[in-house]
């Protein structure tokens, strides 16, 4: 089954310290994958994406992520974590089911304390 | 640019009592349209989506029903509120999948 996993259900980062939220993927064919941020009570809002091209993609507000084909992973990261950068994460992959669909992961919330 | 507009942004609705959320789109034509529903602040379940007007995919079963009256138009309703109905609602659009996602602000129901 074509699937998304965020296997972190929260992640806890220090201000100025490297994070990472991890994202696993299984899908048929060519990965489509997408990070987005939700902050409360809000929509979510696209960061970045990985259609082809460059294992390292860049995004907004200082966020990147990595593809790894051999691995089947999409990790999100930063350099320098802000404390405005807590907020939930969604990994999501494009899936071929009768039609071009996109589901998502079940969300990493990430803290990030001054 | 385009925009998309949910509202309301919360409503309260006792059981068994109707419901309709409406989700336009401007400044696109023909954008494909979806309904997620966000339970306890995770994850996204999706619950229809619509390549054009009056197409409606449905992806679970269950006590809600969707209609796509014009291009830019995407309501989503109940004719009885179950208290398993209650959550976040988001609704979105999208050109092409490849592009992403653009998300609504979101409707938080609560059936009482």
């Known amino acids: 089954a074509q699937s998304v996993a965020q296997p972190e259900d929260q992640v806890n980062v220090a201000e100025g310290n490297p994070l990472t939220v991890k994202c696993t993927y299984s899908?048929?064919?060519?990965?489509?994958l997408f990070w987005y941020v939700q902050y409360p009570n809000r929509g979510l809002q696209f960061l970045l994406k990985?259609?082809?091209?460059?294992?390292l993609v860049k995004g907004s507000y200082g966020f990147e992520a990595e593809f790894n084909k051999s691995q089947t992973s999409f990790h999100l990261k930063k350099p320098s974590a802000l404390v405005s950068d807590s907020a939930l994460y969604f990994c999501a992959v494009r899936v071929l089911t009768g039609g071009f669909k996109t589901i998502f992961g079940a969300g990493t919330r990430l803290f990030v304390k001054a | 640019s385009q925009t998309i507009h949910q509202w309301p942004a919360t409503l309260v609705q006792p059981v068994g009592s109707p419901l309709s959320l409406e989700c336009t789109v401007e400044?696109?034509?023909?954008?494909?349209l979806y309904w997620y529903r966000q339970a306890a602040g995770r994850g996204l379940q999706l619950l229809f989506y619509s390549v054009g007007i009056g197409q409606i995919s449905s992806e679970v079963p269950q006590n809600l029903s969707a209609s796509r009256p014009q291009d830019r138009q995407f309501i989503l309703s109940s004719k009885k509120l179950l208290l398993s109905d209650s959550g976040f609602y988001l609704c979105?659009?999208?050109?092409?999948?490849?592009?992403?996602?653009?998300f609504g602000s979101g409707t938080r129901l609560t059936v009482v």
């Open positions: 400044g696109t034509s023909n954008p494909n």
């Open positions: 899908v048929s064919g060519n990965p489509y």
């Open positions: 979105a659009w999208s050109v092409d999948s490849l592009y992403g996602y653009t």
């Open positions: 990985y259609i082809t091209g460059d294992n």
